[in-house]
C-alpha cells in the first residue's frame, strides 16, 4: 500500500491560494480602475456634479454584498492558506501567502484610515446643490486618489505574492516525475 506524504498532499491550501488570488485580482482590478478612468474622468466635471458622482460611487460599493465578501475574504483566504502551508511544512509558501496578508492589511489600514473617513466627510455635504462649501472635493480629489493609487499598489504586489505562493504550492504538491526504467538490456545487442 502507497503512503501519502502529508507535506505533498494539496488539502485546502490550494483552494484557498486561488481563492486569494482571485479576490485580490479583483480588488487590484477595482482600485486600477479607479486610478486609470474613474477618477481621472470625474476630474473633469464640476464640483457639484463631482460630489454626486463620487458619492453614488461610494454609496453602490458600501450596498454591495459581493464587494464586502471579496474585499473581506480576500484576507481570510490568504490569512488561512498562509496558515494551512505552513501547517504542511510548506514555508516558501506560507512566506509569500503571508507575505501577501501583510500588504493587504496595509491596504485595509489605508482604507479605514483615508479613504472611509473621505468617503464619510464627502457624505456630510449632503446634498450639492444646497452644500454651501464644496472646498473639500479639492482636497478629497488630490488625497482619495493618492490613497487609491497606494492600494492599487499594494494589492497588485498582493497578487504577484499569492502567484508565487500559488507556483511553489503546485511544485511541493505535484508528483513525482515518472523514474526512467534501468538499461538493462544486452550492451552487446546495441553494437551488434
Not at 66 to 73: D, H, M, Q, T, Y
Not at 116 to 132: C, I, Q, V, Y
Not at 174 to 182: G, I, M, N
Request: proline share 5%; hydrophobic share 50%; glycine share 8%.
Amino acid at each position: 500500500m502507497m503512503s501519502v506524504d502529508p507535506r505533498r498532499s494539496g488539502g485546502a491550501a490550494g483552494v484557498l491560494l486561488t481563492v486569494g488570488c482571485v479576490a485580490m485580482g479583483l480588488l487590484s482590478g477595482l482600485f486600477y480602475a479607479y486610478d486609470l478612468s474613474v477618477m481621472p474622468g470625474l476630474s473633469r466635471l464640476d464640483d457639484a456634479a463631482y460630489l454626486t458622482a463620487m458619492r453614488n460611487f461610494n454609496d453602490a460599493i458600501d450596498n454591495s454584498g459581493p464587494f464586502a465578501v471579496v474585499f473581506l475574504g480576500a484576507l481570510v483566504a490568504t490569512v488561512w492558506a498562509a496558515v494551512a502551508e505552513h501547517r504542511r511544512g510548506r514555508g516558501a509558501a506560507a512566506a509569500w501567502a503571508a507575505g501577501a496578508g501583510v500588504l493587504y492589511l496595509a491596504v485595509l489600514v489605508l482604507t479605514v484610515s483615508v479613504n472611509l473617513p473621505l468617503n464619510s466627510e464627502l457624505a456630510r455635504l449632503g446634498d450639492p446643490a444646497k452644500a454651501a462649501d464644496l472646498s473639500l472635493v479639492d482636497r478629497f480629489k488630490g488625497v482619495w486618489s493618492a490613497a487609491n493609487l497606494v492600494r492599487t499598489l499594494l494589492t497588485t504586489a498582493a497578487v504577484a505574492c499569492l502567484a508565487q505562493a500559488l507556483r511553489l504550492h503546485g511544485a511541493s504538491t505535484a508528483p513525482p516525475p515518472p523514474t526512467a526504467p534501468h538499461l538493462t538490456a544486452d550492451r552487446s545487442a546495441v553494437h551488434n
